[in-house]
Every structure is written in C-alpha cells, then in structure tokens.
C-alpha cells in the first residue's frame, strides 16, 4: 500500500476570503431536504454560490445497530445488518455470513457460493440502478428515474420470489442458505439478464453524451488517487480516481475468483467518471451473472454449523466490495454465543468525509450532484 | 336601448380591434374572454404537463380524480384555496402580500395585445412588441420581492438566481426581436412596424413566415428567442430559481395555498404569453398553412373545416375510450363522465363547423395550435433535460446567444439592405 509520508496535506482549515469581503452565507441543508439522501444535515459556508465550506451533521438516523448486537446471539443479528445498508441488504448479509463463517471456520458449500455471487450481483445492480435515477433527479433529468424503477423492480422481484421479502432480504444464512431456490430461479436470472442489457444501454443514451449532463459532471467534484486513499475513500468513488482496486479482486471472497471480470477504472476521478464507472459496472455484474447462473453446481446448500453458536475466543476482520465500497465487519468473541463486540466498517460512512474536499470551490448546486455521487445512504452512515 | 345596440353592432361590421375601434364594451368582452380562456388553457396545461410527462416516463399520472384525472387540476385547485395562508413571522408582510401580485399582474397584461386574429385583440399599439417585452419583465420584480420578503435563505438565493437570469436572457431575446422587425420593413414604403398585428401582416404580405426569411437567418433568430423564453419563463433545463433539489422551491418556498397558486398562474400564462410571441413573430401568428400558395374558396373551405374537425376527433378518441373503459360497476360514473365530455367536445366541434362561426374562430385556432405546439415543448423539455448550473446559465447567455444575436442582427440588416438595393435596380419591388 502506499506509503502515509507521500501523501497529499490535505489542509481543510484554510478558509478563502469571500469575494468583496462580503458576509458568509451560511446555509442549513437538511436534514429535511429533497437532494440529501434522507437525513443528511450540511452546513453549507456560501460565497454567493460559491461553497467555501460544508460541514456534515450525521447522527439522525442512528439506532445503535453495534450496539444491538452484543444482546443478541449472532444468528439473532443477521436480520440487524440489512437494516444497515437498506438498498443493498444482500451485499450487507454476505459480508456478516462470510465474517461470521470465518470466526467459526467453516465454509458455505459451492452451490451456496455461487447462489450468493448471483444474488448479491443483482443486488449491486439494484444499488446503482437507485443511485443513477436519484443522482439524475438531482441533476434535474427527472425521467431516468422511473426507467431505473421499473427494471429495478424485476429484480426485487426475482427477490421476493427467492425469500419472500423485496428490500431487508435477509437471504443468507451463517453456513449457507436458508432456502433452497424455486423453480425457475435460473430462467428468471437468464431472462432478466436478457432484459436489463438493453435497458442499460437505455439509460445511457438518455445521459451519457447529453450536453447538459457533460457540463454538470465533468470536472465537477474532483478527487486525486492519492487524497482518496488518504481519506480511506473506497469502491467506485476510488475506483473513478484511477485507483485498481476492489475487493472481489485483490482478496477474493465468496469464490470471485473463479468469474471473468474486469475492474472498470476513470482517470479524472469528477463525477462523470464515477458515472462512467457505475455503468460500466452494470455490464460487469451482468457477465458475473451470466457465468454463475450456468455453472450453478448441485449439492447442499448449508454447512455443518452448530445450532448454537459459540465461536471460539478471537477477532476477525472481513471485508466485502459492497456497491458503495469496502464493508467491513470487525467481530470480536468472546465465546459466548453473543459477540463481544462488533464494528462495521460502512463505505458510505468513510466516502462521505470526501464532501468537503470535493465541494470547496465549487458551487452550491455540484454539492448537490456531489452527494448523489458518492452514493450515500443514511442507514448505513448513521447504523 | 336601441343607441346601445347599435354601438355593440357597429363594432361587428368594423375591421379594427375593440382597442382600435375604441369600443370599451367590446375591449371589456374581450377581456373577459381573454382573461376565462387563459385560465382555462392553464388549467387544462396542468393535466396536459401531468398527463404527458406521465407517459414519457412510463407511468399513468393521474387517474383517480374523474376519468383518466380530468378533474385533477380542479381538486388540485379547491385544495390550494382552502389552504391556510402562511405568512412567515419573519416576513415582510406587505412586500410578501404584495410580491405574487406583481407576478400575475405582469404575467397578465401581456395578453393586451396578443392577436388571435387580425380583429380578434383587446388592442392593437404601435409599440405592441416591446410593450409586451417591457411588462412581462416586470415579473422579476415580483420574483425579487417574493425573495426578499421571504427573509430566508434558500428564496433569497432563488430570487438572486431568477433575476440574473432573466435581465440576461432578456438582452438576447430582444436582439432576435429586433432581427424580425428590420425583416418587417422589406416593403415598398421601407416602414417596418412594431404592432404585433403589422408583424403578422407583414409576413402574410411577404409571403412567408419569418422563420424561413433569409434562410437561416430567421431560423437562428427563431433558435435564439426559443432558447431564451424557456430560459425568461424559469422551465426546465432553465429551472434554477426553483431547482428543487437544491432550493426546495427557490424564491416560493415560503408560500402557501392561494399565493403560491398565483406564482403557477403567472408561469404557465407566461409561458403562453412568451410562445406567443414566438408564434407572433415567427410563425405567422394566426395566418393558416399556405395563406397565399393555397388560395381560393375551396381551400378557405378546407382549412376553415380544421377547427371542428380537430374537436370531433377529440370527441371520437373519447367515445373510444370510454368504450374501453372497464365493465366494473366501480367506474360506472367514470365511463358516463368520459362519454359527457366526449358530447361536450363534440358539440363544441359542431358548432365550429357553422359557418358563421366557422370564418370568425379560424383564426383563433391556428394561433392556439401553434401555441399549443410550443406547449409540448416545454413539456418535452422538462421530460428529457437535466438542469444547467447557474454560471453555465450565464454562460450560454452572455457567450452564446448574445454574440449570435448581435452577428444576427448585423447580417439580417446587411441581406435586408442588399435585397432593397437589388430590388430598387430592377426598378420593380420585388422582396
């Protein structure tokens, strides 16, 4: 990794002067507000237009999720962490399993593996059909909205159809899965991936080369590799800024490394590119589909696990690439059948720290096309 | 009584409008008339939006009030007057009292001397255009007052922003009205003219729509004054004063009930009242496809048919749809009031084919049409763009538009003059 000497200052507490020496304008966004995600709070610092500072107040949607979880057996918690990240709960379900399995040292058989790749790829598909329709009704394109709703709903159909719930799926279990899949699964995954390829080259017709769209993205929100890794920015927002790497890649979990797929990275690290990147991204997930749901290998689906679970004395860090970035879950046992601790690691939390470097200098309105780009959500900043 | 009469019918013989004519009772007629119909067109602008968008973004819109939302706007409507009337404790009372006033007001007395016809205006001034131009920036200054009374930040930023605009926009739109003006004195006398009636006339005397003179130059100055009325009118993309994800509602936030449906009166008529300019200065404003290619009686005949012909189809599409509305005893009251409203459109498009009624309202609906046309427009606009920001705004503005329109103006002037000189040496006057 890099080395912390050769990083960039990052000097936050230098203020500009305000042009004429006018008075600030200090402007309270949210936590009520159309363009905040939810209950983000920003203390916007105006120059007119010009943003020469924000502050983020977070903490409104706080329910103690760590906390919970030391009352609660580790099966118990399971269902807690969908509720974290609430547009990609597979992904947030995986990274607990995986964690959890890791404590016990056991392993989900393949069939489990390779149902999970699927389920949490269509998951990630979900997370960014939702940022691309929010981010674009920011900008103010207000119809690629409803073009994402409603492919986005064929997958939370494929959801319902699979565990019964669209959004909180709670769809795996420690050890495997609790279900086994309908009938009809894989046809339903192969004819939504036939589905959604031309919907995605939809979506970019409608924005990528559109004038106002270049305008309101490119250079807008501008972060180096280096100061994104200094801020422990990760996922596409990295991604965008040059930077190699994900997860899926560089420590393989689930069985990744047995897919084809490439890691799609910008140059500019401005908000076209993290666009350009969750597109691309798009196409990945559905090659990863697309190769798990042929090679769905038979056999169980769960692992030999202990119906009460006491993992032995120790700590584990796991880390998965969720859609927004690095999830990270830091469990501490105590060998109890509740965990001592545990900390998550939630992407959207470390991005948004980035705001302030991203928005200063610039006006008010990329604040608002900032924010829809970091793909923050609030249950997963807040817990 | 009968001194009364007469005046009432001495207009109808003349061929002036009631302004010309000086015939307050008429003037005051049609002010009325004009006034119920631009309500109408915004309420019916209002589903319309609704519904369009709606499809655009495959979604139904509204279906619940009435047969397919018909009545919509008018529960919309009943909720906003029965709200309560917020006045912020911080505010500025009066001014805030005062600002959606301005609005309309301004918004309003455009319509003064729009021509639906060649008689059918409340008044036809010699100054017509910049009349028009001058009265409907008067709005800002209620946009600016709304903001500032506010006392609030997220209105005050949206009053900055909207007068920014519109003073800026405002310079290129006047600079392809002036385009158009020097194209009206292409005439033996060399007179131009500034009444928005002597504009029409002048292109009917032409020959040609003056989106087509001097190819291209009309069709940029056409361009130029498309771009800058969505921009005058605060649509999108040009939807910053009221961008709401960054101002909530921009300079309204602060109003409620019946003030803020005064603040969407004033847009949507000023969103009719710039399209008719447009239509006005480009388009030929009342005159009919082909007034001077397609002549004679059987083609008056044939585009006099238009208006009850379009009514009837809307009738039909009615009648077709409540044929296909479902059997459910549930949407009983729905299908009759689908069917009620087909007999009322095609009654209304019977009575359009009466000839009497027929030569005086043919006008009438070319102009609406065209109207109409730029209504979809901005609709269309709204369901595709996203939204510039503030200094790309100016940009387009101050770097685009102005500097094409002065370029323009200048060659519009230099063919106008070439073409008077070509036709003085051929000795005949030939524009």
């Keep these: ?383 | 009584m009968h001194a009364f009469l007469q005046y009432i019918q001495s207009y109808l013989d003349s061929d002036k409008t009631p302004g010309g004519a000086g015939n307050i009772f008429w003037a005051t007629v049609y002010i009325l008339l004009v006034f119920a119909g631009l309500s109408v067109a915004v309420i019916a602008m209002n589903w319309l939006e609704r519904k369009i968008l709606a499809h655009m973004q495959v979604r139904l819109g509204p279906m619940r009030v009435g047969p397919h939302g018909l009545l919509q706007p008018i529960a919309d409507a009943i909720k906003l007057l029965l709200k309560e009337d917020i006045i912020p404790a911080e505010a500025d009372a009066v001014v805030f009292w005062v600002a959606p006033f301005i609005v309309v007001l301004a918004a309003f007395t455009v319509f003064v001397v729009v021509p639906f016809g060649p008689t059918h205006a409340i008044t036809d001034m010699n100054i017509g255009i910049l009349f028009m131009l001058g009265v409907s920036s008067l709005s800002v200054l209620g946009i600016v007052t709304a903001g500032w009374a506010s006392n609030s930040h997220y209105p005050l930023i949206g009053a900055l922003r909207s007068s920014a605009q519109m003073v800026s926009y405002e310079v290129a739109m006047g600079l392809a009205v002036v385009s158009v003006i020097l194209m009206t004195s292409l005439n033996e006398a060399s007179t131009g003219t500034l009444s928005m009636i002597g504009i029409v006339q002048a292109q009917q005397a032409q020959g040609e729509w003056f989106i087509f003179k001097f190819f291209p130059l009309g069709l940029v100055g056409f361009f130029i004054f498309a771009i800058a009325m969505v921009a005058e009118t605060n649509r999108a993309p040009f939807d910053l004063p009221e961008a709401e994800s960054e101002l909530t509602a921009g300079f309204h936030t602060e109003y409620s009930g019946f003030r803020w449906s005064l603040f969407f009166l004033a847009e949507y008529s000023a969103m009719i009242a710039v399209s008719s300019i447009a239509v006005t200065l480009w388009l030929g404003g009342w005159l009919r496809p082909f007034p001077n290619a397609l002549t004679g009686p059987t083609w008056d005949l044939v585009f006099s048919l238009f208006p009850g012909i379009t009514f009837l189809l809307l009738a039909v599409m009615c009648f077709y749809n409540t044929a296909r509305m479902p059997k459910h005893p549930l949407f009983r009251v729905q299908t009759i009031g689908l069917a009620g409203f087909g007999v009322v459109l095609g009654l209304i498009g019977l009575i359009l084919l009466i000839p009497a009624v027929r030569v005086r309202i043919t006008d009438i609906f070319w102009f609406a049409a065209k109207v109409a046309a730029f209504m979809y427009l901005y609709i269309w606009y709204r369901g595709t763009f996203p939204r510039y920001r503030f200094d790309q705004l100016m940009k387009v503005g101050w770097k685009v538009l102005l500097p094409t329109g002065l370029v323009l103006l200048i060659l519009t002037a230099i063919v106008g003059m070439r073409t008077e000189l070509w036709a003085e040496l051929q000795g005949a006057w030939r524009p």
């Design chain 1, 1 to 383: 990794m890099t080395d912390p000497n050769t990083l960039s200052p990052l000097d936050l507490e230098t203020p500009d002067k305000t042009f004429l020496d006018a008075n600030e304008l200090v402007i309270n966004m949210g936590p009520q507000h159309p363009a905040t995600h939810g209950v983000l709070r920003v203390i916007l610092r105006l120059d007119g237009e010009k943003v020469m500072g924000l502050e983020c107040v977070i903490g409104y949607l706080h329910r103690g999720v760590e906390k919970i979880a030391e009352n609660r057996t580790y099966t118990m918690f399971n269902p807690y962490v969908d509720r974290m990240d609430y547009v990609a709960a597979v992904s947030n379900g995986l990274g607990y399993c995986e964690a959890v399995e890791k404590l016990l040292n056991v392993e989900a058989p393949p069939r489990a593996q390779y149902i999970r790749v699927i389920l949490t790829e269509l998951n990630r598909m979900a997370s960014h059909q939702l940022w691309l329709g929010t981010h674009a009704l920011d900008i103010g394109a207000i119809t690629p909205l409803f073009y994402t709703f409603r492919d986005r709903e064929e997958i939370l159909k494929i959801f319902e159809k699979y565990c019964g719930a669209r959004l909180t799926t709670h769809a795996f279990r420690i050890g495997g899965l609790q279900y086994e899949t309908y009938e009809g699964f894989e046809k339903d995954v192969k004819n939504f991936v036939s589905f959604v390829r031309p919907k995605i080259d939809e979506y970019e017709e409608l924005l990528t080369t559109n004038r106002i769209w270049l305008e309101r993205t490119k250079g807008v929100g501008t972060i180096s590799g280096k100061d994104a890794i200094a801020l422990g920015v990760t996922g596409p927002v990295l991604r965008a800024s040059g930077v190699k790497w994900d997860l899926r890649k560089a420590q393989p979990y689930a069985n990744y490394k047995n897919f084809d797929f490439d890691i799609p990275i910008g140059q500019n690290g401005d908000t076209y590119d993290r666009y350009i990147v969750r597109m691309a991204e798009f196409r990945q997930s559905l090659r990863i589909i697309e190769q798990a749901v042929e090679n769905i290998p038979e056999g169980p689906i769960m692992a030999k696990v202990p119906k009460v679970m006491k993992p032995p004395v120790g700590e584990i860090y796991h880390s998965i690439e969720a859609p927004k970035g690095e999830l990270g879950y830091f469990i501490v046992s105590d060998g109890s059948t509740q965990p001592y601790r545990i900390r998550v690691r939630p992407p959207s939390f470390v991005n948004l720290q980035a705001l302030d470097v991203m928005c200063r200098g610039q006006l008010v309105a990329d604040v608002i096309a900032v924010i829809g780009t970091l793909d923050i959500v609030l249950g997963e900043v807040d817990r």
